[in-house]
């Protein structure tokens, strides 16, 4: 089965002693037909499309968690972000983010995270890019400034974790929602409920690797190749076939990653 894995983790994976491009190579002989490996930080772009540029089905994206706050204040980050920039123009990165607010690591840094979330939504809409959002207990928060800033070019809320309500709305705003392995979990009804309200051209699938691994391997290292699943769950609360559903998000991504092919 060809599938795409929506977000992940590169640097995120080594760090935990995967060896990522044989592992990339090895999926690919198994289906694997990449998908978008996920900023955290402006300075990571460099050595990840290095490491990635042997894949060329793997996009990049560029931008600054709002967790980064944690490291470095607000004016240092922002102080980065031209390199955001400079890869979008050199073409090495095809989205800005993720990027986005926090609200379960730190309530303290909520001004500071909406001031760099904007900086990044406003990057976004003058290099015409799609944005990657990071919403953890802030949907009331990421809707207002996507309302207020209304990115052209949409993009995807990762790691759904809102309600069928939320879905709607963000649909509305033009993003896509990818779902990632925590729908496989035990307390996931919301999820499921949300999933059955995602428009077939918008529904998305990721692993969030190494974060997150799905039942029944919890407590390993997540990666691309524990997508299965994540679909196998998708299928059947949606009541399709897991191979249909994959051509469908592999559509829903291309759509997205090409938008005027």
């Keep these: ?26 999926l690919q002989q198994e289906g694997f037909r990449g998908g978008i490996d996920a900023g955290t ?4 772009i460099t050595e990840r499309s290095r490491l990635l540029q042997d894949f060329d089905t793997i ?27 400079r890869a979008a123009e050199d073409g090495l990165i095809r989205f800005i983010g993720e ?7 730190s309530r303290d840094t909520l001004k500071d995270q909406q001031k760099l979330f904007a900086a990044q ?22 809707l207002e400034m996507l309302k207020e800033y209304r990115p052209s070019c949409g993009g995807i809320m990762h790691c759904f974790s809102g309600d069928a309500g939320f879905a709607v709305e963000v649909q509305e705003l033009g993003f896509h929602i990818s779902f990632a392995g925590n729908i496989t979990y035990t307390n996931s009804r919301k999820l499921a409920e949300a999933l059955k309200v995602t428009d077939p051209r918008r529904l998305l699938l990721e692993t969030d690797s190494p974060f997150l691994t799905p039942v029944p391997k919890r407590g390993r290292v997540n990666h691309p190749g524990m997508m299965g699943y994540t679909y196998a769950c998708a299928a059947e609360t949606l009541g399709l076939d897991i191979t249909q559903l994959a051509q469908q ?6 759509a997205l990653v090409h938008p005027h092919t």
């Design 99 to 105: 990027c986005g607010i926090d609200l379960y690591r």
């Design 249 to 254: 998000t592999i559509s829903s991504f291309d």
């Design 121 to 142: 939504l406003e990057t976004a809409e003058t290099l015409k890019l799609p944005v990657i959002i990071h919403n953890r207990q802030a949907d009331a928060q990421v």
């Design 41 to 44: 930080h402006p300075g990571d």
């Design 1 to 26: 089965m060809e599938y795409i894995d929506t977000h992940f983790h590169t640097l995120h994976m080594r760090s935990k002693g995967l060896d990522v491009p044989q592992l990339y190579r090895q």
């Design 59 to 85: 996009v990049l994206s560029g931008g600054a968690h709002p967790g980064a706050l944690s490291r470095q204040s607000l004016d240092e980050l922002l102080a980065e972000l031209p390199k955001v920039r």
